[in-house]
């Protein structure tokens, strides 16, 4: 998607007042604190970077979680602080889809992040980073495609922070941006503009699909053990057909879901989406399992995508027995 534009505005209409009045609830609250990174299931050191967080959005509504979250058993819910926010409030929930973190960081007055790339993030894996910018200065910007940019209060942003991209605040006060990453829908798309709609190519984009619970009894005849290729398990890496690196793995009823546990990982949650394929709970469709198990030699397909990209691995599978 690199012929698109690297950053669109959604929106250019919000209230600046109750965006400031919203800011003066959450500004003094105790909870600040320097994000920290998310990686299997382990939340990462507190970065060196001075750039603090306010989370109103996170794995189980929990307000000391600075990171962005990952695959588990955490259901993404809304910190108290939400509720200090109520225009912000509004404003998500305008944007009419699911919502995973949501938070607000302010990088402090001096500090520069050297150009990176958020990976896994972007309309090929399923799910955007949004900004709304509550405080900035002429001296904060960002740098994308070595465009500068500086966006004001009052707008929502799109930005394709799957590229390469850098941030500095050369002025004299805090940068604070409410960050969200969101699910990427038709609703969602269709706040962006015609021009960027014309030209995306739709077969690139992961779409949610939504959740199909699946009944006691069925929980159990999905339970199976099998082997897991090591790269399925490095989020955001395709998977690839390496059987030395294997991994043991099972899949089990557990508390009303189904729960994949893996050698030496954190448990993940399955969600299912029909015909026995389920994508991790906090993560999108960028990676989904198949339990092909009802017909002779059970199995379980491994699939990751970027846009329109698929890699498809297969492991034979041994059914538990069930009660």
């Known amino acids: ?3 698109l534009p690297a950053a669109v505005p959604l929106r250019d209409d919000l209230d600046i007042d109750r965006l400031n009045a919203d800011l003066a609830e959450l500004s003094g609250s105790e909870f600040w604190a320097l994000q920290r990174s998310f990686e299997d299931g382990i939340v990462g050191e507190e970065s060196d970077v001075d750039w603090k967080v306010l989370s109103l959005r996170a794995p189980g509504g929990d307000v000391r979680r600075t990171d962005p979250g990952g695959p588990g058993r955490d259901w993404f819910a809304d910190t108290p602080l939400m509720a200090k926010a109520p225009y912000l409030g509004q404003v998500l929930s305008e944007l009419g889809t699911e919502l995973r973190s949501v938070r607000l960081m302010a990088l402090a007055p001096g500090v520069c992040v050297p150009e990176h790339s958020d990976t896994p993030i972007g309309l090929p894996y399923g799910y955007v980073r949004l900004h709304i910018p509550l405080v900035t ?3 904060a910007v960002l740098v994308m495609d070595g465009t500068e940019q ?11 922070f799957d590229r390469p991209h850098s941030v500095r ?10 960050v969200a990453d969101c699910a990427t829908n038709d609703r969602l798309l269709a706040l962006f503009p015609e021009s960027f709609r014309a030209a995306l190519p739709t077969s690139d984009i992961a779409y949610y699909r939504p959740v199909l619970p699946l009944t006691r009894p069925e929980l159990a005849e999905f339970g199976c053990r099998f082997a897991v290729p090591f790269s399925f398990m490095e989020w955001g890496l395709q998977v690839v057909d390496d059987q030395e690196s294997d991994l043991a793995a099972e899949v089990r009823a557990e508390d009303d879901g189904l729960v994949l546990r893996v050698e030496g990982r954190a448990p993940v949650e399955l969600l299912h989406l029909g015909a026995g394929e389920f994508r991790l709970l906090g993560w999108s469709e960028e990676r989904l399992l198949r339990l092909d198990l009802f017909d002779d030699g059970p199995r379980v397909e491994f699939s990751t995508r970027r846009g329109r990209r698929r890699q498809v691995v297969v492991r034979p599978a041994h059914r538990l027995a069930t009660v």
Not at 169 to 178: E, P, Q, W
């Open 150 to 160: 500086r966006w004001q209060p009052g707008t929502l942003w799109y930005a394709d």
């Open 1 to 3: 998607m690199q012929n």
């Open 169 to 178: 605040n050369d002025g004299d006060r805090a940068r604070i941006h409410l």
């Open 137 to 139: 200065n002429p001296g």
